[in-house]
């Protein structure tokens, strides 16, 4: 190019950053938003869900591309064609439901949008998340030698943990020289099963990943670890780690993590515990003691999205000790920073897998700022002990099968009423006909060959009403089978 050519600014381009614009939509999406907050709150008869197939959906947006029409519209769409996780019928996956003033930071940082993996590029964020993770390491009951950083999901961070876990433990520093030996880790067979995804993608195999039994409470059994761990050996492999579930995802069961402490403590394995659902149970008086031991782990995983009123992604990693964290990622990048060897806590981006960041620690810091420490506490409480009731009601109802007393939020029962039919295939039909009714949005799992319903209550306003509700339409559902 000549360099006395003139450069061009389409003058779209101008329109993309037009305050005005941000304003007018932004104000009117905020009130769409609030008006949609107080209509699943109080309008019983709102759907959690309007389930569409994917093809369906799929044409629609195809014609939509094409469609002449106006923001708001669009908005609307949008959420016409999203699940409410605000809902009180909202009983599935383990989405946080998210608290107002953590949504609206999301706002915030998305203007903002800093990249927060070097000190610069996020300043305020870098800070903030060494204050959010001193807290929640605090709570886990780690002295000052321990630190962390916050990641983008349960995943990445038990992928993570991992890593470091490879790096303190492995014979031979992989880092650099690859594999020399066959690695393993030890888990229960309920984990969650990005834990052996990491396992393989830390190139473990599938014979690295050796999966403890549980027993009649679908915790780990930890009667039969240490012939695991001897098989494991006469096999030829090198077992670097153990990893205990606070809680398991399809039962919500605690794993004794005591007890695992002390099995990793004696063979000299990294013990990880994968807390991402109820790993917050360190901030409730009432229910800690279900995570007793969780202190002693080298490695804790806590999502912030899923029991603790923040919007998806938002993960702690803690380390009890810092300077586990800062080796497992031993790399050279010069335009990033000075030296990989100095242990800087404001450049994240030495820690994480990530490179650019969200700036998550504000969601969470504006949590604590406006509703106070115990706010955590006061959600834990509210949601394990709903789980609670749900199953009592469940108990006092005919027709209704419980497979256990929760620990958790998370409960697991199905319709037995069904004379002469699949009890397994009618429970799936039970979880369609829910889906399709949009009432409620509910999931399902199996426990060895046996199909569940099963509840996460993620939203604090469910009430004993909703559960009584979401029964007598699975009774409905079934009368018509
Ligand atoms: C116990 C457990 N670990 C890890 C994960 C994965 O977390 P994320 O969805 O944040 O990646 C889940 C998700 O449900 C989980 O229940």
């Known amino acids: 190019m000549n360099s006395k050519e003139k450069v061009f600014l389409d003058e779209s381009l101008k329109k993309v950053y037009n305050p005005t614009d941000f304003r007018e939509i932004g104000h009117q999406l905020v009130d769409m938003l609030a008006d949609h907050l107080e209509h699943v709150q109080t309008d019983s008869d709102s759907p959690v869900i309007r389930f569409k197939d994917p093809e369906e959906e799929l044409s629609y947006w195809k014609d939509d591309m094409s469609s002449e029409t ?122 969650h099963y990005c834990i052996d995804r990491a396992a393989r993608i830390l190139g473990f195999g599938k014979e690295g990943i050796i999966k403890v039994p549980t027993n009649e409470s679908f915790q780990i059994d930890v009667s039969v670890l240490q012939e695991h761990l001897d098989q494991a050996k006469q096999n030829g492999l090198v077992v670097i780690a153990l990893v205990g579930c606070a809680s398991s995802t399809s039962t919500g069961s605690y794993d004794d993590l005591n007890a695992l402490a002390n099995f990793a403590e004696e063979h000299n394995l990294w013990f990880h515990v994968d807390g991402a659902h109820g790993g917050g149970v360190v901030f ?60 800087e806590w404001y450049n994240s981006g030495k820690r994480t897998f990530e490179c650019t960041k969200l700036m998550m620690s504000l969601k969470v810091y504006a949590i604590l700022r406006m509703y106070g420490e115990d706010i955590f506490e ?67 799992t199996m426990i060895g060959d046996q199909r569940y319903l099963r509840i996460s209550i993620m939203n604090p306003l469910s009430t004993e009403n909703d559960f009584e509700a979401l029964l007598d339409e699975i009774e409905n559902i079934a009368q018509t089978f």
Do not use: C
Request: glycine share 6%.
């Open 70 to 191: 106006n923001m708001m519209d669009f908005y609307k769409k949008i959420l016409d064609r999203s699940i409410h996780v605000h809902h009180p019928g909202y009983m599935g996956h383990q989405v946080a439901v998210p608290s107002v003033i953590s949504s609206l930071y999301g706002l915030m940082t998305d203007v903002l949008s800093n990249g927060t993996g070097v000190y610069e590029m996020g300043m305020a964020s870098n800070a903030l998340e060494r204050i959010v993770t001193e807290f929640v390491a605090k709570k886990i009951g780690y002295d000052t030698n321990a630190s962390g950083f916050l990641t983008s999901g349960g995943t990445l961070a038990n992928l993570t943990a991992l890593l470091a876990a490879r790096r303190a433990k492995a014979p031979n520093l992989v880092w650099e020289e690859g594999h020399q030996e066959k690695l393993a880790v030890l888990v229960s067979e309920e984990a």
């Open 284 to 343: 409730s008086e009432k229910y800690k003691h279900l995570a007793t031991g969780i202190e002693k782990a080298d490695s804790v995983v806590i999502d912030f999205h899923k029991m603790l009123l923040t919007p998806s992604l938002n993960t702690a990693l803690l380390f009890k000790q810092s300077e586990d964290s800062y080796k497992t990622f031993e790399q050279r990048a010069q335009y990033l920073w000075d030296s990989q060897q100095s242990r």
């Open 378 to 444: 006061k959600n834990i409480d509210r949601l394990y002990d709903l789980g609670r009731v749900f199953a009592q009601i469940l108990k006092n109802r005919a027709g209704f099968e419980l497979l256990l007393m929760p620990e958790a939020n998370i409960v697991n029962f199905r319709y037995v009423n069904l004379p002469n039919k699949d009890v397994n295939a009618y429970n799936s039909k039970i979880r369609e006909a829910l889906l399709k009714s949009g009432k409620f949005y509910i999931v399902q």
